[in-house]
């Protein structure tokens, strides 16, 4: 059990990541070559009782485990499941709307955090947190910031992507002003890259440099 009544305690990264790895029969360089790094640089990762959460989930997609999961009292990580998509969580954001949820000054915050208001200014502009932090956070604010990343949801069709996109958009908006965050959009286009050429809902070109040059 890795939650203190309904929120998280920090854990060992690096830890639950071998463990995911022995259970799956994956060794050091498997790990490495799936996360296309060198394994000294694997192992590093290993190593780390924290982590910043868009890492962690470039692992969770690797490894095909959620390791959210276990900051919220589950252990189970929805492992297995084909087809799906990982949330997109822009942690400064969430953390911003619980501030005002909880009707707490940004100063107060800063007080109760233990820094300068600048750098709590500058976190709320952050896309993403160590995990060791986010707990911290987390306990602070009486709400498991990390649930946000716990909602796995299934891969949809090309036309089931369409309508998602549809509904970020206000009924004026022409496709290419879409409420995008800039990671909602690079989790769009790596989405599309995935697909076959012909379900795409966009163009996608890759123009060589030497083209770019006058």
């Not at 309904?6 to 060794?27: A, C, K, Q, Y």
């Not at 989930?57 to 189970?76: A, M, P, S, T």
Request: aromatic share 8%; glycine share 4%; with cysteine.
């Amino acid at each position: 059990m890795v939650i203190s009544g309904n929120f998280p305690v920090d854990i060992n990264i690096g830890s639950l990541i071998e463990s995911r790895m022995e259970t799956m029969h994956i060794s050091k360089a498997e790990f490495a070559r799936r996360m296309q790094m060198p394994q000294s640089n694997a192992s590093r990762i290993l190593k780390k009782e924290t982590m910043d959460t868009s890492k962690l989930q470039v692992i969770c997609e690797k490894l095909d485990y959620n390791f959210f999961e276990e900051f919220c009292g589950r252990e189970d990580g929805h492992s297995g499941e084909e087809g799906r998509r990982w949330p997109t969580v822009h942690i400064g954001s969430s953390i911003e709307r619980q501030l005002k949820e909880s009707k707490m000054t940004q100063s107060e915050f800063a007080h109760q955090l233990g820094v300068k208001q600048p750098e709590v200014s500058r976190l709320l502009k952050r896309a993403d947190l160590d995990t060791g932090k986010l707990v911290v956070i987390s306990n602070l604010l009486k709400y498991n910031f990390f649930e946000e990343f716990c909602v796995v949801k299934k891969a949809t069709s090309a036309a089931d992507l369409i309508e998602e996109i549809q509904s970020k958009m206000t009924p004026i908006q022409p496709i290419y002003q879409m409420q995008f965050t800039s990671e909602q959009y690079k989790k769009f286009l790596m989405q599309q890259l995935e697909l076959p050429e012909e379900e795409r809902i966009i163009k996608i070109t890759v123009t060589p440099k030497d083209q770019n040059k006058k």
